[in-house]
């Protein structure tokens, strides 16, 4: 039974060069035709390629399959199997967390007339941040601090932050700092030393929903919107104020826009 190429890529839903590469791998060894040089592959070569389509779907590498083919015994199968089902669970929980993410960008969306320089009581948990005095600051120490590449790498999973010293509620004055965040409830599977960061308790905390185009942020007319929202509760700030951002697009007039919270943690009745 001989199978031309395009046949085997075809069915497989592959492309030629696919097959090739596969070939150059190891993992497929094809029949010459005398006078062609064209490939040619017997019935074997079906499970093979569907074995190594398997594979690939559970993440396993060109190099891992080899190994399965060829180098491995079936202790050290059990073991590469183990470590990949560990990889894949970690990896949908990551989703999951990516997912979470997702759905309150969705609500947000719908929700949005509503809850636009709307302050609320809301529970945000833990926040744990890195900052800086500015983002060139941040942006210097990209290269050399290998967390920040990391949280840089993680969005939304992380998030863009501007920090207000907690006296700009008071009328008082401070520079405002800049950094990025993370929440403990996505801590599990960011897998950084907690330690490095600077910990914000906001598990209760007033959180405005707010709206920027080309990255003009007006605090204060956010926090003419918060003062009376906490005296009327009877609330007063805990730690220092900061922003997480929640999505952003360019619209049809090439501006960027940017939805984001003011988040400040409170103490109180």
């Known amino acids: 039974m001989k199978i031309s190429i395009g046949t085997l890529s075809r069915a497989f839903n592959l492309s030629d060069e ?7 791998k190891g993992l497929l060894k094809p029949s010459r035709e005398n006078g ?8 074997n070569d079906i499970q093979r390629v569907s074995n190594i389509r398997r594979l690939k779907n559970q993440n396993f590498s060109l190099e891992e399959i080899h190994d399965v083919y060829y ?4 202790n050290q199968l059990l073991s590469l199997y183990s ?34 320089c709307q302050p ?11 900052e800086y005095a500015s983002i060139e ?26 920090l207000l010293p907690r006296a700009h509620l008071d009328g008082g004055t401070g520079s405002m700092t800049k950094g ?7 801590a599990d599977v960011l897998d950084v030393d ?4 600077r910990r914000i308790d906001a598990s209760r905390s007033v959180t405005c929903l707010f709206r920027l185009e080309n990255g003009q942020f007006d605090p204060e007319h956010l926090l003419a919107l918060i003062r009376p929202f906490m005296k009327e509760h009877h609330l007063r700030a805990s730690d220092d104020l900061f922003t997480a951002q929640l999505l952003s697009y360019i619209n049809g007039e090439e501006c960027p826009v940017h939805y984001a919270q003011l988040i400040v943690p409170v103490t109180g009745e």
């Not at 990025?180 to 996505?186: M, R, V, Y």
Request: hydrophobic share 40%; net charge neutral.
């Open 18 to 24: 696919a097959l090739r590469f596969y070939e150059k």
């Open 36 to 43: 062609t040089g064209y490939r040619t592959f017997e019935k």
């Open 71 to 74: 180098c491995i015994d079936e």
């Open 83 to 116: 470590q990949k089902a560990a990889d894949t669970r970690r990896e949908i929980l990551y989703q999951k967390h990516i997912l979470s993410h997702m759905d309150k960008t969705i609500s947000t969306l719908e929700h949005v007339h509503t809850l636009l």
């Open 120 to 130: 609320q009581i809301a529970h945000n948990g833990i926040a744990y941040l890195l």
């Open 137 to 162: 600051a941040m942006w210097a120490q990209l290269p050399k601090n290998p967390i920040l590449k990391t949280l840089f790498h993680q969005l939304p999973l992380t998030s863009f932050t501007t």
């Open 180 to 186: 990025i965040l993370f929440f403990e409830d996505d």
């Open 194 to 197: 907690l330690s490095q960061f």
